[in-house]
């Protein structure tokens, strides 16, 4: 049975820092592409962040580029979401998601091609 396990989140300052982790089990994980999003209450879920799966390529969406970083440990199964400079719009509960991907290293921002989703951890970004 496939886990995706998030931690990390909680309540920050606006110009904060936080770091997500994800442990993931029940798949080889150096076969799939990790991703992030996000849900805001009465939003869509938003891409965030996405890693191959050798860690080589990474994507980030608009919203949070040159703020966030990704990265990933094949030998720990985990991937982390380092976020710097957090802002009261970035209050969201915060996803993990695998990707098993066509090619070798293709990322996809879209979240309907990612098979396997955690169960969320909150981020709170108070001014």
């Known amino acids: 049975q496939v886990q995706l396990v998030e931690s990390g989140g909680g309540l920050v300052q606006a110009g904060g820092s936080l770091r997500l982790s994800c442990a993931a089990s029940?798949?080889?994980?150096?076969?799939?592409?990790m991703g992030w999003f996000r849900q805001a209450p009465g939003k869509e879920r938003e891409f965030v962040t996405a890693i191959s799966r050798d860690g080589v390529r990474t994507i980030y969406g608009h919203s949070v580029k040159g703020r966030i970083n990704i990265s990933r440990d094949n030998t720990k199964n985990t991937v982390l979401l380092q976020m710097n400079n957090l802002e009261t719009e970035d209050t969201a509960v915060y996803y993990c998601?695998?990707?098993?991907?066509?090619?070798?290293?293709?990322?996809?921002?879209?979240?309907?091609?990612?098979?396997?989703w955690g169960q969320g951890t909150q981020v709170t970004v108070s001014s």
């Open positions: 998601a695998a990707n098993r991907p066509p090619t070798y290293n293709s990322l996809t921002s879209r979240s309907g091609e990612y098979e396997y």
């Open positions: 029940g798949l080889t994980f150096s076969t799939y592409a």
